[in-house]
């Protein structure tokens, strides 16, 4: 299923953190969302994922609204995450923290359930290991194959790649285009430009809670727009006007 | 409208000493993080030290005064924070609370073995008989000196909190914990601050309070924690808020006495006097409702230090086999004395059992074991009061409704403010609801004369409730060995049953919500659910214990479920480890087994107080001592079945002699504790003797995890190089360069 | 006596959270008296570095030498009172604190609230205005003001500055480092994490880039701001051979 967001803005007091943000990302497809810090990337996955309300503003997976859903609700509609930070059951073992996933579907299904996704993200080594003992490479494949327990139709991730070495980066990277193969509908927030050009088919690029540009790697790669946002370059063609337009020449006062 | 004006002047002297209870535990629980459960015990050391100094040494009372305010309470206060806060770090908010709650017992504790609980003891207030005539109230002199002193330090806190230094670190570290490091203060020197201030008001409130009320130790900490409402209407962060707080407190509570708990003409009146008792939990139960949800928030950097192993089939087992046949065994030995007192151990120790579920897995904290119990107690007793082994299965479903009942509208809250919502029903039974006179209970269709139901229910009967034994399979269970046997085959089937929990999906559910809540809200589950659902297991277990224990004291009384005693359970096992099965007997066996206060009858505070020292040190050890101290130095002896076999057939055989009165009891005993002490020395010597000829490395050994998971993405710790330098015959050093 | 060609000294530096290896061996020398920008993409780990020097995250290896003295692991509360300040991401104000307030609790305790006061007041008359406003209610760029102004009433001997410009306009963040610039003059060793190369060109005497944990560029800025753009959107392997 498709992800739409349309319009959505979210005020905290009198700050705008997010001003009419629309994105979409199509299934079958990695869909990218990047730009610098504070440009409101973790807000806007939040009013996604349903942790914040945005102020206005819709989210729509398919065909069901899910603007004002909580977040189990959402998860039932097809939507599965992961987390910056590691949010493993760390007390338990990789294979019961695939269990209690799998005790959000029907019960005759859990046991197959839970060993496919053991076997797609080839887990069977770690299943017995206390998930607090993992590396962060393999907690983020854990917490990844918590996620695709039930077969989500949308992936959320956000950072997978901080912590993880280039390997792990590699493996992970080739899972992703697996499932966006089969196809899931993937969003992708990631500081790593290498894994982002690599494997996205769209980029949505944030900058002071505006959506900027949107495009492929390669017209990404390219956009001055973008390239003013992370460089802090500014080219005088950008329209918004918010930025001193002028050009750094190293020029001292 | 006189009534009135009298009315609410009592209320607002009230008031003011809820507020000045109520902003000190605000300001501790705000800067620190810790709630602080023994405010009302500090409150008590306070009364009673007044007590001492004005009543039975004679000082005057300012000079007493100055004592406790300013020196037991800031002393008290550096003493908690540096002997026991500060080692908190680390530790999740249940150990917070089990900590405090511990104090709150070992300080209660520690009051009744100092001053004799049973001598009345009066605090004459200062100016006593003067009145002032205000607004046509005759006024004691002493109600407005406790108002301007209310007075004095709202104005001296306003004044710390917004003049000096250090209170504007304290709204800083409030505010901000790491920005407050960067600008160069200390927070350890800040919380000191903090505590010092708190347990100073406390004390102070604890002095006012004295006169106004007839002095023991449990009452006063309980009246003083009719102040945490305040502080939750102040949601724990706002001061004005919280005044405001207590002002709604002491005026309620003024105006139901007032127009309420004086008259019983009033329809239903006689059922009201003791809903006067409880507005304060009214006040608390209303004030839960009005907080915001949780926040969803990610988990702190740190890794918890608690622990929660997965009990196994065959661990559980031992246990029941063991109580079983323990119980059997020395039943027979004990006089009758002794095993009438020791029928209440089993019942104890299922009661115990019931916050495993709930405190160790799931992470959720309920102060009243012994409310649940008393409500299974009761169902019994009234449903089943032949005696009937069903009511014991009654007895656990009814207890687990109003388990989930309770927990429901609190669900969706912080574990704090779930703790403070069982506190708060745990004191309303005491207070209220066992206390209720008789009442005709009728249900009849409506406009007409046909009665459908008609039962005269008389809560706790008067004070005593009629339980009998029950008769099962026509065994007569009424005798006390019998009874006892019975009982540890139900603690055994009850520990069964949790090992099943334990290891079904919902207990793997149960610790996920613990790890992590965000998680667990991700992968689609809902958590209220989970939490009710873990409410309403442990309260059906505790409503079975609740069901047996009274059954083994045949009449108990209200107080027999007295929250201070359920608060002593619940520090024992939290000791011995939440997440530990077996950490219910010894529960059990504290505080049903006789033998301590036996042999020393003049210490009958000895056991509850150790036990609470043991409760305070929890900060070092926060997975109890099962896991960390007993298990390891038995684990040789299980791994040596012929030692633990011969050790075991020793024992028995001392015992057959003892049932054979060839030996005496005593002997035994000592036979007993010479196994206990014995075996795990032997179990280690056992074990080395096996390991050193061979001259191989410790057979324990081996990689943290297999060497392809090593190879491809884990990382090698120390022990692992190691040990592949010894496997491949490597020198160590060699070969391990980056 | 304190070397005055290293000031603040990293060697080797590791460092991470849970595990997560964020810095991988900085090796970094700042002399007295300089204004050096640490450059770098989002989770670079520029912010772990500037935590690093001021004592909040133990460096899993290495060492922190400061004024020539071994400083690894020690309390940030002495480092903070030796005259480290770090002014960290997003807003470094308490915001239910007022202006005055969070104005006394940056200075220290041997300085009166009137001398504070009138000295932040002097450089940012805006804040004198707002004197009982609390922080929070502050807008982004006057929170900074208030942020700053805890170093200039605090004397510190390093001021490190993590993304002052982040979420403001390029005018207000103009503004800002003209006053850091002002702190500069006084004395004072700078350290400043940004983003954009733009806005901090014309007041740092050098650049580093970190990417991936690493030091991959260092020098003049205006000799490293042209290469930035392939650091950035290449691996970090291309750029560091």
Redo the contacts between chains.
């Keep these: 299923m498709d992800l739409e967001v349309t319009d959505v803005t979210v005020r905290f007091g009198g700050n705008t953190v997010l001003s009419d943000v629309g994105l979409d990302a199509v299934s079958g497809g990695i869909t990218s969302l990047i730009g610098p810090n504070g440009a409101g990337k973790t807000t806007l996955f939040n009013v996604i994922t349903g942790v914040l309300k945005p102020t206005s503003g819709r989210v729509m997976l398919g065909t069901n609204d899910m603007t004002s859903m909580p977040v189990h609700k959402r998860v039932r509609l097809g939507l599965g995450r992961t987390f910056q930070r590691l949010e493993l059951f760390g007390t338990l073992t990789v294979e019961e923290n695939l269990r209690v996933a799998a005790s959000a579907i029907p019960r005759e299904r859990r046991t197959s359930e839970v060993q496919r996704v053991i076997q797609q993200l080839r887990l069977q080594q770690v299943s017995d290991v206390r998930a607090d003992t993992l590396s962060t490479g393999t907690g983020r494949l854990v917490e990844l194959a918590r996620a695709l327990v039930g077969e989500p139709s949308l992936l959320l991730l956000d950072e997978p790649a901080s912590g993880q070495n280039d390997s792990e980066t590699r493996v992970f990277s080739e899972v992703l285009v697996d499932l966006a193969d089969r196809g899931m509908t993937i969003l992708l927030v990631e500081h790593d430009m290498n894994l982002v050009m690599a494997i996205s088919h769209r980029i949505h690029v944030l900058d002071f809670g505006q959506l900027i540009a949107s495009g492929s790697p390669a017209e990404i790669r390219s956009d001055v727009r973008v390239q003013a946002a992370y460089l802090g370059q500014e080219s005088l063609e950008v329209g918004s006007g918010r930025r001193r337009s002028d050009v750094s020449t190293g020029a001292h006062p | 409208m006189r009534e009135f004006v009298g009315f609410t002047i009592t209320g607002l002297v009230t008031a003011s000493i809820y507020a000045v209870v109520a902003s000190g535990l605000t300001l501790t629980y705000a800067t620190t993080g810790i709630f602080n459960w023994a405010h009302g015990a500090l409150a008590a050391i306070g009364a009673f030290v007044y007590w001492q100094c004005t009543t039975l040494w004679g000082w005057p009372a300012p000079l007493a005064m100055i004592l406790c305010v300013g020196i037991i309470g800031p002393v008290l206060g550096v003493t908690v924070e540096s002997g026991i806060m500060r080692r908190l770090d680390g530790t999740n908010e249940i150990t917070r609370m089990a900590v405090t709650l511990a104090l709150l017992v070992g300080i209660i504790a520690g009051i009744n073995w100092i001053w004799d609980p049973q001598m009345t003891k009066v605090v004459l207030p200062v100016f006593n008989g003067k009145a002032i005539e205000i607004l046509g109230q005759r006024l004691p002199v002493y109600d407005l000196l406790v108002m301007a002193v209310a007075l004095l330090v709202g104005i001296v806190m306003r004044w710390v909190l917004y003049r000096s230094r250090a209170g504007v670190q304290m709204r800083g570290i409030v505010d901000d914990r790491s920005l407050i490091i960067l600008n160069g203060v200390s927070p350890v020197r800040t919380a000191q601050t903090s505590w010092v201030i708190g347990s100073t008001t406390a004390v102070l409130a604890g002095v006012l309070i004295a006169p106004k009320t007839s002095l023991s130790a449990g009452s006063l900490a309980l009246l003083i924690m009719n102040a945490f409402a305040a502080s939750v209407v102040g949601r724990l962060r706002s001061l004005p808020l919280t005044i405001l707080g207590a002002a709604i407190l002491g005026l309620s509570t003024a105006y139901a006495q007032g127009y309420v708990g004086s008259r019983t003409d009033l329809p239903g009146g006689q059922y009201l006097i003791g809903l006067v008792n409880v507005v304060p939990v009214v006040v608390l139960f209303i004030a839960l409702q009005f907080l915001p949800q949780e926040r969803l928030r990610a988990a702190k950097s740190q890794q918890a230090r608690e622990l929660s192993n997965r009990p196994t089939w065959n661990g559980s087992l031992w246990l029941v086999v063991a109580a079983v046949v323990v119980t059997a065994a020395i039943a027979p030995l004990l006089a009758p004395g002794d095993l009438h007192n020791m029928t209440k151990l089993w019942g104890i120790a299922v009661i115990a059992l019931s916050l495993v579920p709930l405190l160790g897995w799931a992470g959720r904290l309920a102060v009243c074991p012994f409310a649940f119990a008393a409500v299974g107690a009761l169902i019994s007793a009234h449903l089943a009061p032949d005696g009937q082994i069903w009511g014991l299965v009654l007895a656990g479903v009814g207890a687990a409704a109003v388990g989930a009942i309770l927990s429901f509208p609190g669900a969706r809250l912080s574990p704090l403010y779930l703790a403070l919502a069982t506190a708060a029903f745990a004191v309303a039974l005491d207070n209220w609801i066992f206390r209720l006179p008789p009442f005709h209970l009728v249900i009849r269709i409506p406009f007409t004369e046909v009665t459908l139901y008609r039962h005269q229910l008389d809560i706790f009967q008067g004070g005593s409730l009629a339980m009998r034994r029950p008769k099962v399979f026509g065994f007569d269970l009424s005798g006390d060995q019998a009874f006892l046997i019975f009982a540890s085959i139900v603690f055994g089937a009850s520990v069964l049953a949790l090992t099943a929990l334990r290891r079904s999906d919902l207990g793997l559910r149960m610790i996920a919500l613990k790890d992590s809540p965000i998680g667990y809200a991700t992968v689609g589950l809902n958590r209220q659910v989970t939490t009710v659902a873990a409410f309403a297991i442990s309260a059906g277990v505790a409503g079975v214990g609740g069901a047996l224990y009274g059954a083994a004291m045949q009449r108990p009384s209200p107080d027999a479920f007295n929250f201070f005693s359920g608060l002593s359970i619940l520090v024992i096992v939290v000791v011995l480890g939440a997440s530990t099965l077996g950490s219910s007997v010894g529960a059990g066996a504290f505080l049903a087994a006789p033998v301590l206060v036996n042999v020393f009858p003049s210490l009958a505070q000895v056991t509850p107080t150790l036990t609470a020292a043991a409760g305070v040190s929890l900060g070092n050890n926060p997975n109890g001592s099962i896991r960390s101290d007993i298990a390891p130095q038995w684990s040789g002896v299980g791994q040596r079945p012929l030692l633990l076999g011969g050790g075991l057939a020793v024992l028995a055989g001392v015992y057959l002699a003892t049932l054979g009165d060839l030996i005496s009891n005593w002997f035994f005993a000592g036979a007993c504790v010479a196994f206990v002490i014995v075996m795990p020395i032997l179990g280690r010597r056992a074990t080395r003797a096996l390991a050193s000829p061979a001259g191989s490395a410790v057979p324990e050994r081996r990689l943290s995890a297999s060497p392809e998971q090593l190879a491809q993405s884990l990382p090698l710790g120390a022990d692992d190089l190691s040990y592949l330098d010894d496997t491949f015959g490597i020198t160590p050093g060699v070969g391990r360069g980056s | 006596m304190i070397p005055l060609d290293s000031l603040i000294e990293l060697r080797g530096v590791h460092a991470?959270?849970?595990?997560?290896?964020v810095l991988r061996g900085i090796d970094l020398v700042v002399p007295a008296g300089q204004v050096l920008a640490v450059l770098g993409?989002?989770?670079?780990g520029k912010t772990t570095l500037l935590s690093v020097i001021?004592g909040?995250v133990r460096p899993t290896r290495g060492d922190v030498l400061f004024g020539g003295r071994r400083v690894t692991g020690v309390?940030?509360?002495a480092l903070?009172?030796a005259g480290l300040?770090?002014?960290?991401?997003?807003r470094?104000?308490?915001?239910?604190?007022t202006v005055a307030?969070n104005l006394?609790?940056?200075a220290?305790?041997d300085r009166s609230r009137e001398v504070v006061e009138s000295r932040a007041f002097e450089v940012f008359p805006r804040l004198g205005e707002r004197r009982d406003q609390l922080a929070g209610s502050l807008s982004?760029g006057e929170q900074q003001m208030v942020a700053l102004s805890?170093a200039l009433v605090?004397d510190p001997a390093v001021l490190l500055l993590d993304?002052l410009s982040?979420?403001l306009?390029?005018?207000v963040v103009?503004d800002l480092y003209r006053r850091v610039v002002d702190i500069a003059r006084m004395g004072v060793t700078v350290v400043v994490v940004?983003?954009?190369?733009?806005?901090i060109?014309?007041i740092a005497d050098r650049g580093i880039a970190v990417i991936s944990g690493r030091i991959v560029l260092d020098g003049r800025?205006?000799e490293i701001?042209p290469q930035?753009?392939s650091a950035?959107?290449?691996?970090s392997e291309e750029v560091s051979t």
Aim: hydrophobic content about 35%; glycine content about 12%.
């Design positions: 991470g959270y849970e595990g997560v290896e993409p989002n989770g670079a001021a909040l309390d940030p509360v903070a009172r300040c770090l002014i960290p991401e997003g470094g104000v308490f915001a239910n604190l307030e006394w609790l940056a220290g305790s982004g805890r605090s993304e982040m979420g306009a390029p005018m103009d940004e983003q954009f190369v733009r806005t060109s014309h800025i205006e701001s930035l753009h950035y959107f290449s691996s």
